[in-house]
């Protein structure tokens, strides 16, 4: 079946630009009756510069969501991703990581399975091609982690053992109430897909996906595009940082 979707190629990390694209956006929809805009309460006032702005506006979300929600991106961007499905933190110890060696050493374990495994006269294209998609997410996840300070590394353990109940998604912003009711996250960080299978009363999704999508190539003309990534990558964003962009992804201002 066919699809119309958005896709980011390079994950969204400057909130301040996601924003302004949101604005557009509910200026764009808010008269149309399939728009669904989300509300959510002032918690506290930050300053426009502060990165978290956004997240510190939201009273749904508690401070430990907010760290899951940011630590738990190391496991939904790099390669071998789910598009379609978030990964919570507590994922990490519901997999039996307990720390960055255990991971670690799970990747070369992998690679050594799958080379013998090709080396087989009676091997499992199936089995050898699942196996390959496992070690691709788990040896990302272990860079992604990586590229963590010492002293972060080891609290994402931490809140992986500690949030081992919790299975927050990143809150919805706005929504679509047409075919498989694509959506816009209140957070860019968070944005991977927007998408909907068209045929029959679903075609009507394709127009507001393409409208969207030209507001948001706009913003984010380095970021997302109307075809998957190669393999279904996602560069992650630099940790520490409120964005990635170099200067190209100006857009338009309002």
């Not at 510069?49 to 939201?58: A, C, E, F, Q």
């Amino acid at each position: 079946m066919d699809h119309a979707g958005i896709y980011v190629h390079r994950q969204i990390t400057d909130e301040k630009q996601w924003a302004l694209a949101m604005q557009a956006i509910q200026r764009e929809f808010c008269e149309d009756d399939v728009f669904v805009e989300k509300t959510w309460t002032l918690k506290e006032q930050a300053p426009p510069d502060d990165p978290l702005y956004w997240i510190k506006m939201t009273r749904a979300i508690s401070e430990e969501d907010v760290a899951d929600l940011r630590y738990a991106e190391l496991l939904n961007f790099g390669s071998g991703v789910n598009f379609y499905h978030w990964e919570p933190l507590a994922q990490l110890v519901e997999m039996g990581f307990e720390n960055l060696e255990s991971l670690e050493e799970v990747v070369i374990q992998g690679k050594e399975l799958v080379t013998e495994a090709l080396k087989s006269p009676t091997q499992n294209p199936f089995e050898i091609n699942e196996a390959k998609e496992t070690l691709t997410k788990v040896r990302s996840i272990a860079q992604n982690i990586r590229s963590l300070p010492s002293d972060e590394q080891t609290m994402v353990f931490q809140l992986s053992k500690e949030r081992k109940l919790s299975k927050v998604r990143p809150p919805i912003l706005f929504e679509f109430s047409v075919g498989d009711r694509p959506s816009l996250p209140l957070f860019g960080r968070h944005f991977r897909i927007m998408e909907s299978k068209l045929g029959g009363h679903c075609d009507i999704a394709d127009g507001y996906i393409r409208l969207v999508y030209r507001v948001l190539k706009e913003y984010f003309p380095n970021h997302v595009f109307n075809e998957p990534p190669l393999m279904m990558q996602v560069k992650l964003g630099e940790p520490g940082t409120s964005t990635q962009d170099d200067g190209t992804d100006r857009g338009r201002r309002v």
